[in-house]
T-cell receptor, first 115, second 115 residues
Framework: DAKTTQPTSMDCAEGRAANLPCNHS???????VYWYRQIHSQGPQYIIH???NNETNEMASLIITEDRKSSTLILPHATLRDTAVYYC????????????????FGTGTRLTIIP | DAGVIQSPRHEVTEMGQEVTLRCKPI?????LFWYRQTMMRGLELLIY????????DSGMPEDRFSAKMPNASFSTLKIQPSEPRDSAVYFC?????????????FGDGTRLSIL
């Protein structure tokens, strides 16, 4: 799986949009971008994923650049409950590799929402 | 909808004792995963099941670890005998199907401390 690079930490004011960048310059054509977050003392929580088109759900938006070398997770109106470590993961869509189910989490971005 | 449910949330026991962790996956999910998280090693996949059958147990650290899934709604991870280096947070996750389009949903984990 392609390696990802994220800033170690970020702050965002409550009520503002939080924009979390992720670099995945070595991503290949069959790899998806996934985002999870982990709030203190909880399990990782799935947020969103995408291949090449921008995606939006009830939690966030995912913007993937045209060359797919980077992406941005957007939390449109951050609240204090969004304080967490956010992980950007690249997963290969390899239907022949049935056993490739391991999620590899890097160090992520520690997002702190400031009141 | 109920998420993945794990019990107990915290377990403290002495070295040499048997430890049993429990997991109830999301109803209808055919895949169940056991992970371990430590500061040093991050999140590690231990084993996963498909339709109650173990598919890949290559991440199980030693013979002291065993996992079972007697039915679609229950799984256990057992450590016998336990050692201090087994101290970690153990997560269970489930997914509807295998593949990059199907996210894994995590429980809140069991924090295990072996004295």
């Amino acid at each position: 799986d392609a390696k990802t690079t994220q800033p170690t930490s970020m702050d965002c004011a409550e009520g503002r949009a939080a924009n979390l960048p992720c670099n995945h310059s070595t991503i290949s054509g069959n790899e998806y971008v996934y985002w999870y977050r982990q709030i203190h003392s909880q399990g990782p929580q799935y947020i969103i994923h995408g291949l090449k088109n921008n995606e939006t759900n009830e939690m966030a938006s995912l913007i993937i650049t045209e060359d797919r070398k980077s992406s941005t997770l957007i939390l449109p109106h951050a609240t204090l409950r969004d304080t967490a470590v956010y992980y950007c993961i690249v997963r290969v869509a390899d239907w022949s590799n049935f056993g490739n189910e391991k999620l590899t989490f890097g160090t992520g971005t520690r997002l702190t929402i400031i009141p | 909808d109920a998420g993945v449910i794990q019990s107990p949330r915290h377990e403290v026991t002495e070295m040499g004792q048997e430890v049993t962790l429990r997991c109830k996956p999301i109803s209808g999910h055919d895949y169940l995963f056991w992970y371990r998280q430590t500061m040093m090693r991050g999140l590690e996949l231990l084993i996963y099941f498909n339709n109650n059958v173990p598919i890949d147990d290559s991440g199980m650290p030693e013979d002291r670890f065993s996992a079972k899934m007697p039915n679609a709604s229950f799984s256990t991870l057992k450590i016998q005998p336990s050692e201090p280096r087994d101290s970690a947070v153990y997560f269970c996750a489930s997914s509807l199907a295998v593949g990059v389009r199907f996210p894994q949903h995590f429980g809140d984990g069991t924090r295990l401390s072996i004295l």
